[in-house]
């Protein structure tokens, strides 16, 4: 039995100044799945991110979250059904704690953050150590993020995309900068929460090892159109994406 759909995306378009940078693109990921969104620089990756998130309005087509219309929904509006996101560059507060960082979050998810200026410290704190431990930072919980390692400054930003109990979770370059133990790592981590807990994953990627040891399913892009979607050896085999993508005589992902 196939997995219940989390988000639609049907017909996305989006131009700037004449030029299409989205043309048409229609997909979905399903529930417990890894969708990893590829294509060469320029190919309109992140502007279809932006478009699901709510930054950006489509000119044409429609987003959906578990059936429910979110097209040109605000950010915030987008979140708070059900959408984390994670970033390219990580976007945690330095000067705080590991656990703060993930404390933060909760009070947003459980609309408190009125307790910022409260007792913050000590809300939600069992919750805040249970994702902790979920991503392997809960020994960590007591240092400031701004003298984590890199990689441990991924863990707590995937801990902090988590308190939202996200039904999707869109990943922008999630390994970014990371060691290549650290990169197979996370992605391994964030493929079993996705499993266990059923959450939706649309991640972008340069390393092709990482897309075709994790991704359940590949969607390529090139100049905003959608040239491929499939299992990674169809799309490794795919001409089209060789062509575009790789140049003749690569072996693309083949190692």
Known sequence: ??????????????????????????????????????????????????????????DAGRVTLGGRDITGLAPR???????GRTFQITATFASMTVRENVQMALLSHHGQAWRLFGRAREAHMSEANRLLEQVGMLAQAERACGVLAYGDLKRVELAVALANAPKLLLMDEPTAGMAPRERIALMELTARIAREQGIAVLFTEHDMDVVFAHADRIIVLDRGRLIADGKAEDVRANPAVQAVYLGAGSTFGAH
Do not use: H, Y
């Not at 131009?15 to 043309?23: E, L, R, S």
């Open 77 to 83: 509006e987008v979140w708070a059904l059900g959408v």
């Open 1 to 58: 039995m196939s997995e219940p759909v989390v988000l639609q995306a049907e017909g996305l378009a989006k131009a700037f100044g004449g030029v299409k940078a989205v043309d048409g693109v229609s997909f979905k990921v399903e529930a417990g799945r890894l969708l990893a969104l590829i294509g060469p620089n320029g190919a309109g990756k992140t502007t279809c991110f932006n478009m699901l998130n709510g930054q950006l309005k489509p």
